[in-house]
């Protein structure tokens, strides 16, 4: 008896109303896939989930890269993965690569979709965070969106994420007094003893945000580096200096709303204050990306830059993990391990 | 028996609530002014009026130069005046003059606060429209915060206004396709006949602003001038292109508002669109001011560039002039001739 070597995916199975549920996804069995010339066979071994996908599950909605889930078609994420088999004289079995591919045990990918990790950089699950979008979101946002310079007060909010961590790391390391805000105690102590930030704020536990944020920034805020929106924005926006920049990354509070959250119109503020609000996609930067995973691997060789990873183990906790974004308990980047490296 | 010359003053007689009436203000007779050492006896000439200066009017509000009306204190605004007698040995009998000055028939000021008008360069009450801080806005907020680029699509609202009149053209002369909104068929009409816009919209006889808007710029909007804010922010912010880039001028639907006025958080479409919003004041750009009015008159003198006053008559009719500015009335800049020149 010949043993069959188990495949599975992980589909959308109901587009989700607010925050996912296990009801949103359904494992299914499937058969290994066919290799065409040219293809890949691999192996996932570390799935990256993302608070932004939520919005990919809305109907219609799509992110920069025209990405877009469809019912009962699988989920993707940024994924490191092995060649297992190869089609291509660009790859070796063995290989390591990432890209963004689908919630499956096994799939088979075309080449020009896959780009090799460089395990010398950093260890290889980076490739999807501290070296991959979380990471150079981070990088982009605060260097070129947010233009910070030595001497800046920042705030960043989701400071303990995998964008937040990072960001708050190049501000510290960019000569800049940095106020991480997040939401248990665990994560701040996370952003205090951790990454030494100057200060680390629990919102859940703050009654008066916008109080908190002036007190812990004496002097105003220069730059806010947003990944959250919501009401914290408010707070932090309340205490900005002139000339302040704001550079918007992500909105979890608003992830699962069905409708544009409404709040206090910001005109008036940023004339009053010369300030600036903008958004950003990673890919905007695509063609720095190289000098950019250059750069942070070199912070954290040298020791200025940490990253830290929640590891969820398992191909069918993969939902699970996703799920839990939502409910902050995440410190870093919010991994599933779903198959060990063969050496 | 000696003629006396009247002197007379307005002042804030009750911090209006809302739209201001007729009882926010009074006119008083008041003695002539003492001339000290190095002062100046001027006699205002044109008068502006401008949206911006409804803030000042709240308690404890104040602008980037500090401004605050004091209740019983004469209002201030820009002002041309003529020097009437002089204590400074800068200044002669019969110089023009602009500042920042109270609502009076005479006043003296000190040198310093004083500049001079130069009446070769367009006609004198030019310095305080064209030439002052409406034009100084449209140009550094089309040319700085905008960053216009020849081929853009560009939308201001409040584009009959003595800003947005300004800042369209600015747009024009530099290649971009320009759409204005305003609030009468008159102004429509002066947008696309005078101005030579590509598309004047009517707000007030619009049913679906947002669908006007991507009918007038089937490619989508790339930089939006805001004068105006509120609801019609929102139909142009549902039109943007990304890289879109939203300079924020005055919000004058919002300047009778005592709480924030609440609407749809812009985040999300600034994170898809890659989008920037920025707030101003043009004393940001003080250092550029002598450049700027110089092109401003070489375009104005090369017919490139117009202005429009709306021009009222007499001192008395000031609280007036400047009450109508939010009933929409005024096409260009509304100004009060007070007095004539002495020749």
Chains 1, 2 share one sequence.
């Not at 549920?21 to 066979?41: N, R, S, V, Y």
């Not at 580096?225 to 009401?231: C, K, S, Y």
């Amino acid at each position: 008896m010949q043993t069959q070597i188990q495949n599975q995916q992980i589909v959308l199975a109901n587009r989700p109303n607010g925050v996912p549920t296990q009801d949103t996804f359904e494992i299914k069995d499937i058969a290994m896939p066919e290799l065409a010339d040219g293809d890949l066979l691999i192996k996932s071994i570390y799935v990256s989930v993302d608070p932004g996908m939520r919005g990919f599950m809305d109907k219609g909605d799509s992110d920069a890269a025209g990405t877009k889930y469809e019912l009962n078609k699988p989920i993707t994420s940024r994924t490191v993965a092995q060649v297992v088999a190869s089609n291509s004289a660009d790859f070796a079995v063995g290989d390591i690569v990432h890209g963004r591919f689908a919630w499956q045990r096994f799939q088979s990918v075309t080449a020009k979709d896959v780009e090799k990790v460089d395990p010398s950089l950093a260890p290889i699950s980076t490739a999807v965070s501290m070296l991959g979008v979380p990471g150079l979101s981070a990088y982009f946002g605060m260097l070129k969106v947010a233009n910070i310079q030595a001497g800046d007060t920042v705030v960043v909010s989701g400071a303990a994420g995998s964008v937040g961590s990072t960001a708050a790391q190049i501000a510290k390391i960019h000569g800049c007094k940095v106020v991480g805000i997040a939401g248990s105690e665990k994560k701040t102590a996370y952003l205090e003893d951790d990454l030494g930030l100057d200060k680390g704020i629990n919102y859940k536990t703050t009654e008066n945000m916008t109080a908190a944020i002036a007190e812990a920034c004496p002097d105003g805020v220069d730059v806010f580096f947003d990944n959250v929106g919501g009401e914290l924005f408010d707070a932090v926006f309340a205490n900005i200096n002139n000339h302040a920049r704001i550079a918007i990354c992500g909105q979890i509070a608003d992830y699962n709303n069905a409708e544009a959250a409404q709040g206090p119109r910001p005109m008036h503020t940023l004339i009053k204050k010369s300030a600036r609000m903008e958004g950003f996609v990673v890919f905007n930067y695509a063609d720095e990306f190289d000098a950019a995973k250059k750069q942070l691997a070199k912070w954290y060789n040298e020791d200025q830059l940490e990253y830290t990873e929640t590891l969820t183990q398992g191909f069918e906790n993969i939902p699970t993990a996703f799920i839990g974004l939502f409910s902050g308990e995440n410190i870093g980047k919010q991994m599933v391990q779903v198959a060990e490296l063969d050496s």
